[in-house]
């Protein structure tokens, strides 16, 4: 089973439009989790940390369930910029030194 | 400050060739790690090192190595080139410890590698 996953999509959106990416991760001794961003042949980028109470920055909005092992992220009012492909990570163990990466959920924000 | 740097940007070898990817950080991390990216499967850690003189295996390690002389650089070498090590391979840094909770990765620009 692998550690964090993903609905890889791809996500077609208007711009203007509300979209969500769910990811789960099966190790309960994650600690800390984020998403990245990465755009086409790139390298990934930090979009933003997950804190357990949900975060929010700007148009985007990061939400933590530790019972469910559920990680998601929301962004509203699409624009073409967001077009990219994004990345669901934990980090294993309060002092954990191995990173696990989703497979991605690419989205395309439509004129 | 120049974060991550990777060279090659690309790479073609042949079968049984080696070669060493070079990572370099001025972060002062202690954290280092490579990983490599295919097509469906994600980011997939190879190797990494808590500091200099310690390194571990990740996921997938077989057929390269790492060393951590110093703490700015790790470098990955591919002992003997196969094409199921054709990838994009990314090498990222960040703290460990205490900060390790609050901090995130930071990765380098990926070199490209084709193994024929």
């Known amino acids: 089973r692998k550690e964090v996953e993903q609905d890889p999509g791809p996500f077609n959106v208007p711009e203007g439009a509300t979209v969500a990416f769910n990811c789960t991760y099966s190790?309960?001794?994650?600690?800390?989790f984020f998403w990245y961003r990465q755009d086409c042949r790139k390298e990934p980028k930090l979009l933003m940390s997950?804190?357990?109470s949900g975060n929010e920055d700007g148009r985007f909005t990061a939400q933590l369930n530790r019972a469910s092992q559920y990680i998601s992220l929301l962004i509203r009012d699409s624009k073409l910029s967001d077009s990219a492909t994004y990345l669901c990570?934990?980090?294993?163990?309060?002092?954990?030194?191995?990173?696990?990466f989703g497979t991605g959920t690419s989205l395309t924000v439509i004129p | 400050n120049a974060g991550v740097t990777q060279t090659p940007k690309f790479q073609v070898l042949k079968t049984g060739q080696s070669m060493t990817l070079q990572c370099a950080q001025d972060?002062?991390?202690?954290?280092m790690s490579w990983y490599r990216q295919d097509p469906g499967m994600g980011l997939r850690l190879i190797h990494y090192?808590?500091?200099?003189?310690?390194?571990d295996q990740g996921e997938v390690p077989n057929g390269y190595n790492v060393s951590r002389s110093t703490t700015e650089d790790f470098p990955l070498r591919l002992l003997s080139a196969a094409p199921s090590q054709t990838s994009v391979y990314f090498c990222?840094?960040?703290?460990?410890?205490?900060?390790?909770?609050?901090?995130?990765?930071?990765f380098g620009p990926g070199t490209r590698l084709t193994v024929l």
């Open positions: 990222a840094s960040s703290y460990s410890g205490y900060r390790a909770s609050t901090d995130t990765q930071y």
């Open positions: 190790n309960s001794a994650s600690q800390s």
């Open positions: 997950v804190y357990s």
């Open positions: 990570v934990v980090r294993i163990g309060f002092y954990g030194n191995q990173f696990y």
């Open positions: 972060m002062n991390h202690e954290y």
């Open positions: 090192s808590v500091g200099a003189g310690i390194t």
